[in-house]
């Protein structure tokens, strides 16, 4: 199945009802700042999985548009802040918005895309009755509460320059920070606008796929070439507490753990080039790359044993599904 024909098929109607939601007021700049990261080239592979999971269990695409929507504009305003948290420098390609417009301007378009975004659920109330429309909303809340502890554990290891962290540590900041937005939230509100589906299931799914997808995603940061749209080694510039940085303080000399904890601790600006690639050297020399490829393997296929326990029943949504399933574990961008 042709994965990215799939996610651009459900991407192009959901764009379209983004657009209709952010609208066109004044002052005009604003609205062209909160337009500017969804008009760029993202996958949507999150509100593809709400479209395609309220889909599987019997729901009408148009049920779950609102809700896809609203979820496009969630990932779009917290990258906005979060490219600004980690002091980035691209995104999709391009420069990331504070890099364009400075940063106060770039932090008031994500809290106006994030108000837009509240203001898109309340809609659903129409579309889905209140009883769906409100859990949809709690659900949303309950995502939200995980992502920013998540986001707080990665911001706190760096800024407190913190180098105890486990490998525990990790999966619990992934499993808040990526798995509960990137697939157990998406999925769990289709399942809500079709009314079926068993929440603990998904959960349960959602972790393992979220968890493979951010060891996948973490790998490609340092691997990947220019067609993934983000910095190249973006995670040591940024001082990320990656499963390959945790592995490799591990396994390498305390010599080498010092110079590399000297290296991590530099603001990014002040990493020098050579300083970043020798650390890449170390993974490789140390194993630590092939250590995270394994472990993204495992929980892919935790992944893959507990799909059936969601019972999806067979048809188009079924393949698509298991299609987008396969890209996240196998994806090269």
């Known amino acids: 199945m042709d994965v990215m024909g799939i996610l651009a098929k459900k991407k192009k109607p959901v764009m379209g009802k983004v657009?209709?939601?952010i609208g066109d007021g004044k002052p005009k700049g604003l609205y062209e700042m909160m337009r500017d990261y969804p008009l760029r080239s993202g996958k949507g592979l999150r509100p593809s999985l709400v479209l395609i999971t309220a889909e599987a269990y019997g729901a009408s695409p148009r049920d779950a548009m609102i809700t896809a929507a609203a979820m496009e504009m969630f990932q779009n305003w917290v990258l906005?802040?979060?490219?600004?948290?980690?002091?980035?420098?691209?995104?999709?390609?391009?420069?990331?918005?504070?890099?364009?417009?400075?940063?106060?301007?770039?932090?008031?378009?994500?809290?106006?895309?994030?108000?837009?975004?509240?203001?898109?659920?309340a809609k659903?109330?129409?579309?889905?009755?209140?009883?769906?429309?409100?859990?949809?909303?709690?659900?949303?809340?309950?995502?939200?509460?995980?992502?920013?502890?998540?986001?707080?554990?990665?911001?706190?290891?760096?800024?407190?320059?913190?180098?105890?962290?486990?490998?525990?540590?990790?999966?619990?900041?992934?499993?808040?920070?990526?798995?509960?937005?990137?697939?157990i939230a998406p999925m769990q509100f289709g399942a809500i606008i079709a009314g079926k589906?068993?929440?603990?299931?998904?959960?349960?799914?959602?972790?393992?796929?979220?968890?493979?997808?951010?060891?996948?995603?973490?790998?490609?940061?340092?691997?990947?070439?220019?067609?993934?749209?983000?910095?190249?080694?973006?995670?040591?510039?940024?001082?990320?507490?990656?499963?390959?940085?945790?592995?490799?303080?591990?396994?390498?000399?305390?010599a080498e753990r010092k110079r590399i904890i000297r290296i991590m601790n530099k603001p990014r600006e002040k990493k020098a080039k050579a300083e970043v690639k020798s650390i890449v050297a170390l993974m490789d020399k140390y194993g630590s790359i092939s250590y995270a490829k394994s472990a993204?393997?495992?929980?892919?296929?935790?992944?893959?044993?507990?799909?059936?326990?969601?019972?999806?029943?067979?048809?188009?949504?079924?393949?698509?599904?298991?299609?987008?399933i396969s890209f996240i574990i196998e994806r090269e961008l």
Not at 89 to 99: F, I, M, N, Q, Y
Not at 132 to 138: D, Q
Not at 155 to 178: A, C, F, G, P
Not at 206 to 232: M, R
């Open 19 to 21: 657009m209709q939601l």
């Open 80 to 121: 906005i802040h979060d490219d600004i948290e980690d002091k980035s420098k691209e995104r999709r390609g391009k420069p990331c918005l504070h890099r364009i417009y400075g940063i106060p301007l770039a932090i008031n378009a994500g809290d106006a895309l994030h108000i837009k975004m509240w203001e898109a659920l």
């Open 197 to 254: 589906g068993n929440m603990k299931a998904i959960h349960a799914f959602g972790d393992a796929l979220g968890k493979a997808f951010q060891l996948q995603d973490d790998i490609l940061n340092l691997t990947a070439g220019e067609a993934y749209g983000k910095e190249i080694a973006g995670d040591i510039y940024e001082g990320k507490r990656t499963l390959m940085l945790i592995h490799l303080l591990k396994h390498c000399s305390a």
């Open 124 to 183: 659903n109330e129409k579309l889905l009755g209140t009883r769906k429309a409100f859990a949809v909303i709690k659900k949303m809340g309950e995502m939200l509460d995980r992502t920013v502890e998540g986001q707080t554990m990665e911001l706190s290891w760096v800024q407190n320059q913190s180098w105890n962290v486990t490998e525990r540590d990790y999966y619990t900041m992934v499993y808040k920070k990526t798995s509960w937005y990137t697939v």
């Open 296 to 324: 993204a393997a495992r929980y892919a296929a935790k992944a893959k044993k507990l799909f059936p326990q969601l019972r999806i029943p067979r048809g188009k949504a079924r393949q698509e599904l298991e299609a987008i």
